[in-house]
Nanobody
């Protein structure tokens, strides 16, 4: 199986910065995409940022120009640099990875795996 370990959340004042990290480990696997969802109280979960194995990046409009997603392939790690944070960014952030696990018969189908979540709180 695969585990996703998240870190980097915390409490910051508006205008501050945080960097989230998410490292995949465990079974032999290949990654198709990684990124983050977030969910605030009373709101639906939304995809904040994603990055495919081909290097394409996508951001939700609310974070464009402020957040940057990047990766370190050697470490199977994806990062989310969050600058100029706003109170509306307050949420639980969940790392995800779309990946295929090597089985005895060969490569499995691509499935999504989730991190444990990390809390980001931005005060006014």
């Amino acid at each position: 199986q695969v585990q996703l370990a998240e870190s980097g959340g915390g409490l910051v004042q508006a205008g501050g910065s945080l960097r989230l990290s998410c490292a995949a480990s465990g079974s032999i696997f290949r990654i198709n995409a990684m990124g983050w969802y977030r969910q605030a109280p009373g709101k639906l979960r939304e995809l904040v940022a994603s990055m495919t194995s081909g290097g394409s990046k996508n951001y939700v409009d609310a974070v464009k120009g402020r957040f940057t997603i990047s990766r370190d392939n050697a470490k199977n790690t994806v990062y989310l640099q969050m600058n100029n944070l706003k109170p509306e960014d307050t949420a639980d952030y969940y790392c995800y990875a779309e990946l295929s696990i090597l089985r005895d018969y060969g490569w499995g189908s691509f499935r999504q795996f989730w991190g444990q979540g990390t809390q980001v709180t931005v005060s006014s």
